[in-house]
């Protein structure tokens, strides 16, 4: 399936399972469907749940941009922008922060014991491993409020925006066979999001998904015969793409937990 930040999956079937009334251990297999081992300090999302939290919800941050990241102490938001995301409770305050790490035959002990198995052919395993901070509550009113429309326009317009300062730099990112069949793939994908999602909020994470992928696409894939310049110039706008890509999927993933908890109609 395409790939959404754990952070993301989290969020949604946390939120999914507590609005249905199921197993929290059931929110993790399957926000974690492709993760071999998962630990930490994961009965925080009891506690948050008894104590009443509806919905978890998810920041997608990056070094000198903690967009949607509550107020906590700087370790936190620090290892938050390291890992690139993290769930939390807005009304009584809370971060959970994902380290992803691989581990095999050779590396179990420095995994912390978690025991590998064979997959493809392959003795190495990845885990999740979520470490608890404390952070300030967030309002409510700032998560009913974000609009999955005005997200998806705005998106739309940095996508527009992009590719016509790409065709004006040259070495087209997205012209590769490559990204386009990743684009048509992530598209047409089911993305492991729960049942009964809203729809638009639905196909704008879908869309701030795809645009994500094929931005790693094209940074992975190098400069090709462009000046230094004008490859400093394609970097940043890549950079500056994904990062409203981010932006808006975190946005639509609160946008659609505020719907699933009863916040707001669909």
């Known amino acids: 399936m395409p790939e959404l930040p754990a952070s993301v999956r989290l969020a949604l079937w946390t939120t999914h399972v507590s609005s ?6 059931d929110a993790m297999r399957l926000a974690t469907p492709d993760v071999d081992h998962v630990a930490g300090d994961l009965d925080r999302l009891s506690l948050w749940r008894d104590l009443g939290e509806q919905a978890l919800l998810v920041a997608l941050p990056a070094a000198g941009d903690l967009t949607g990241v509550p107020k906590a102490p700087a ?3 620090g290892a938050a ?13 809370g971060m959970l922060v994902p380290t992803v790490s691989t581990y095999g035959a050779d590396t179990t002990a420095a995994a912390g014991g978690a025991q590998g198995r064979a997959r ?12 608890a901070y404390d952070s300030a509550p967030v309002p409510r ?5 974000l609009d999955t429309s005005q997200l998806e326009r705005h998106l739309r317009e940095e996508l527009l925006t992009a590719t016509e300062a790409f065709d004006a730099v040259g070495g087209q990112p997205f012209a590769g066979s490559a990204a386009r069949d990743l684009a048509d793939a992530a598209l047409g994908g089911a ?6 999602m809203p729809g638009r909020a639905a196909r704008v994470i879908a869309l701030a998904g795809t645009v994500g992928q094929i931005v790693d696409v ?3 894939a190098g400069d090709g015969a462009l000046t230094a310049t004008d490859a400093g110039r394609r970097h940043a706008l890549l950079l500056r793409l994904q990062r409203s890509a981010d932006r808006t999927l975190a946005d639509a993933t609160n946008a659609a937990c505020a719907v ?3 916040w707001r109609p669909a």
């Open 120 to 131: 493809d052919g392959l003795d190495t395993g990845t885990r999740v491993d979520w470490t």
């Open 260 to 262: 699933i908890a009863g």
């Open 218 to 220: 094209a940074l992975a």
């Open 141 to 145: 009113h700032r998560v009913e409020a």
């Open 81 to 93: 922008a390291a890992a690139g995301e993290c769930v939390f409770v807005p009304g009584i305050g």
């Open 191 to 196: 993305w492991g999001l729960p049942s009964g």
């Open 75 to 77: 370790e936190a938001q």
């Open 20 to 25: 249905t009334g199921g197993r929290l251990e």
